[in-house]
T-cell receptor
Framework: DQQVKQNSPSLSVQEGRISILNCDYT??????FLWYKKYPAEGPTFLIS?????DKNEDGRFTVFLNKSAKHLSLHIVPSQPGDSAVYFC?????????FGAGTILRVKS | NAGVTQTPKFQVLKTGQSMTLQCAQD?????MSWYRQDPGMGLRLIHY???????DQGEVPNGYNVSRSTTEDFPLRLLSAAPSQTSVYFC??????????????FGPGTRLTVT
């Protein structure tokens, strides 16, 4: 029973364009939502988070949108750069536990 | 600061063998956790600890033991390795507090193969 789902295993985008990564969740008790980025042979690194009481959070090129009624969040990267190529994990916080999605591989082509 | 360190980086075990994956952090974080990453499944929480002497189970605790005798260290023990435990293991830590989310810092991972 996956509480956090990333339905797109991969995404390919041209450099300079927008990348949109999507995530759906089922548990309405999650209080924070996060995005992590992971390069091969490294641990995940935190990218951006959003509280369940907000609908948007922005940090430079990265913006996360939360639609609670649809139980959906998305990460927008504008403009996309080749260095953004990585696996992106959506995660949701439930007290002391973090639940991760399966990840989306983003490839940014130059 | 070294951050979160994990040893070993790679390990091959035979079925039935035991071993301990080491994790240490030098950021004085109260909260530490272990995850395993498998293809198509993201990261799944194995065990976590909110402070020295306190541990609790995550999503997939079976076959693993933990203890937390110091703030810095949080070892993960495999008592009798099984092929299903072949995975990449990540340790993470963060501060604990009220009123917000606190970023988790992950170690570089241990790639374990059980034959």
């Amino acid at each position: 029973d996956q509480q956090v789902k990333q339905n797109s295993p991969s995404l390919s985008v041209q450099e300079g364009r927008i990348s949109i990564l999507n995530c759906d969740y089922t548990n309405s008790m999650f209080d924070y939502f996060l995005w992590y980025k992971k390069y091969p042979a490294e641990g995940p690194t935190f990218l951006i988070s959003i509280s369940s009481i907000k609908d948007k959070n922005e940090d430079g090129r990265f913006t996360v949108f939360l639609n609670k009624s649809a139980k959906h969040l998305s990460l927008h990267i504008v403009p996309s750069q080749p260095g953004d190529s990585a696996v992106y994990f959506c995660a949701a916080s439930n007290g002391n536990k973090l639940v991760f999605g399966a990840g989306t591989i983003l490839r940014v082509k130059s | 600061n070294a951050g979160v360190t994990q040893t070993p980086k790679f390990q091959v075990l035979k079925t039935g063998q035991s071993m301990t994956l080491q994790c240490a952090q030098d950021m004085n974080h109260e909260y530490m956790s272990w995850y395993r990453q498998d293809p198509g499944m993201g990261l799944r929480l194995i065990h976590y600890s909110v402070g020295a002497g306190i541990t609790d189970q995550g999503e997939v605790p079976n076959g693993y033991n933990v203890s937390r005798s110091t703030t810095e260290d949080f070892p993960l023990r495999l008592l009798s390795a099984a092929p299903s435990q072949t995975s990449v293991y990540f340790c993470a830590s963060r501060i604990t507090g009220q009123g917000g989310y606190y970023e988790q810092y992950f170690g570089p991972g241990t790639r374990l193969t059980v034959t």
